[in-house]
């Protein structure tokens, strides 16, 4: 079991940063592979970036490549999100996700645990 807490949120305007985190419970944070989704009003949930249990491996949605960075701390269980560059189209509630799988990591439907989000907005 893995409880994730996501924080960092806010508003902020369009050209700046914001360092999103997503804080897990449990020992074993560091044998699972993690991801960052959003969604935003009306919209289905969407893909913004994983990230393998090593931090070996990282992948991206092509609409924050570039711009956003995802990493990791396995030794202080904790997950970041540095979104740099933010426009209002990013305005979102990011999510923060865990499985144990190894494939189809930009899917939604592999990932077992998530957190409740925090609230990005980006005004213009």
């Known amino acids: 079991q893995v409880q994730l807490v996501e924080s960092g949120g806010g508003l902020v305007q369009a050209g700046g940063s914001l360092r999103l985190s997503c804080a897990a419970s449990?020992?074993?944070?560091?044998?699972?592979?993690m991801g960052w989704f959003r969604q935003a009003p009306g919209k289905e949930r969407e893909f913004v970036a994983a990230?393998?249990?090593?931090?070996?491996?990282?992948k991206y949605a092509d609409s924050v490549k570039g711009r956003f960075t995802i990493s990791r701390d396995n030794a202080k269980n904790t997950m970041y999100l540095q979104m740099n560059s933010l426009k209002p189209e990013d305005t979102a509630v990011y999510v923060c996700a865990a499985t144990p799988r190894n494939t189809g990591l930009e899917t939604a439907i592999v990932y077992s645990y998530w957190g409740q989000g925090t609230q990005v907005t980006v005004s213009s």
């Open positions: 990230i393998s249990w090593s931090g070996g491996f990282t």
């Open positions: 449990g020992r074993t944070f560091g044998s699972y592979n």
